[in-house]
């Protein structure tokens, strides 16, 4: 078992900044990939980044790409999601999930967190 909190979530205005983080206890946290995923009322949940156990390799949804940022500190057993240059189409609730490989696929992902609400206005 992986369990997941998120906290960082809030209200920005377009083209602020918000960082993301999310703590993880249980199984080894250094064993895990962790992705980051969002869901938009209405929508579907989409991948948004995701990070390998290491740290040395990533996947970057292209609608991120320059903007959002993956980190990880495994004896922090943290992972951190550096969000820029925001825009009014980024709010959503994120999550974070834990895999035992690194995936762009929600099905690929044994552990959720519950999730954070992060909302830019115009």
């Known amino acids: 078992q992986v369990q997941l909190v998120e906290s960082g979530g809030g209200l920005v205005q377009t083209g602020g900044s918000l960082r993301l983080s999310c703590a993880a206890s249980?199984?080894?946290?250094?064993?895990?990939?962790m992705g980051w995923f969002r869901q938009a009322p209405g929508k579907e949940r989409e991948f948004v980044v995701a990070i390998s156990w290491s740290g040395g390799s990533t996947y970057y949804a292209d609608f991120v790409k320059g903007r959002f940022t993956i980190s990880r500190d495994n004896a922090k057993n943290t992972v951190w999601l550096q969000m820029n240059s925001l825009k009014v189409e980024d709010s959503a609730v994120y999550y974070c999930a834990a895999s035992l490989i690194l995936s762009r696929l929600s099905t690929d992902y044994d552990f959720w967190g519950q999730g954070t609400q992060v909302t830019v206005s115009s």
């Open positions: 249980g199984r080894t946290f250094s064993k895990n990939a």
